[in-house]
């Protein structure tokens, strides 16, 4: 194999790998990006329920202070009697 031909295949090579690297990289940040919104949309969703006086049960840390230890189940308690009362 010439010089060239040598060349031109670990050129090829490498110019695989970087795309496949600049695309890994657009994947990752499209994930990021989607994540952002549905969470924006959750944040305002929030707010706009707590400006009308509606206060939405949520999930809570369970290292977050002065939380009942099974607050969480009850946020699931309810959920499910809410959900499953409509069918």
Known sequence: MSAQAYYEKVRAVLDEIHRTQAEKLAQAGEAMAAVFVAMSLVAETGACLAARGIR????????????????????????????????
Not at 57 to 82: D, I, L, W
């Open 56 to 87: 939405p049960v949520t999930f809570v840390s369970p290292n977050v202070e002065g939380m009942e230890p099974n607050h969480n189940q009850k946020v699931f308690e309810a959920f499910a009697a809410r959900f499953f009362s409509r069918a």
